[in-house]
């Protein structure tokens, strides 16, 4: 998984509108990007229903909020506009963009096992410099915990 002190890979995503959305493009201010397993489900939901509500106060210190999964552009237009959100949804269909972040891995249900997204939080500096790591997150407070980082840059 990609670490503290390493650079946001230079990829780029689909956005749920079907434009490219280069990370690259947010050098200058920082940034947060997180990943989640699938959209419309009870967890990303939460998740992103939390991110969205706190989405003025990103917004004021200048930090916008990239959310990334496997879904379509369609099915991300689709969960945007049934939830409200505010939330720059991104598409990463061949999870290249999750292999560079380190968050494509190895899962296991009910003894099963499988390849899926991990569940996790990228908060970039201006540079693009990874500033901090929210790993395995667990959602109930994560937005909270991420806009007080966010604060704590100055």
Excluded: N
């Excluded at 230079?10 to 947060?32: E, M, N, S």
């Excluded at 991110?51 to 990103?58: A, E, N, P, S």
């Excluded at 929210?134 to 980082?149: E, F, R, T, Y």
């Amino acid at each position: 998984m990609l670490s503290e002190g390493e650079m946001l890979p230079d990829v780029t995503l689909t956005g749920a509108d079907g434009a490219p959305i280069r990370l690259a493009d947010y050098r200058g201010k920082p940034v947060v990007v997180y990943f989640y397993p699938k959209a419309d489900t009870p967890g990303c939901t939460t998740e992103a229903i939390d991110f969205t509500g706190l989405i003025d106060d990103f917004g004021a210190l200048g930090v916008p909020v990239v959310a990334v999964s496997r879904d379509t552009p369609a099915k991300l237009r689709r969960f945007a506009e049934k939830h409200g959100l505010a939330v720059t949804l991104a598409s990463d269909s061949d999870e290249s963009v999750c292999e560079a972040f380190g968050t494509w891995v190895e899962k296991s249900l009910y003894g099963r096992k499988y390849m899926g997204i991990e569940r996790a939080t990228f908060l970039a500096d201006a540079h693009g410099k990874v500033v901090r790591v929210w790993p395995k997150v667990k959602v109930k407070g994560h937005a909270d915990d991420v806009l007080a980082a966010v604060k704590a840059l100055g």
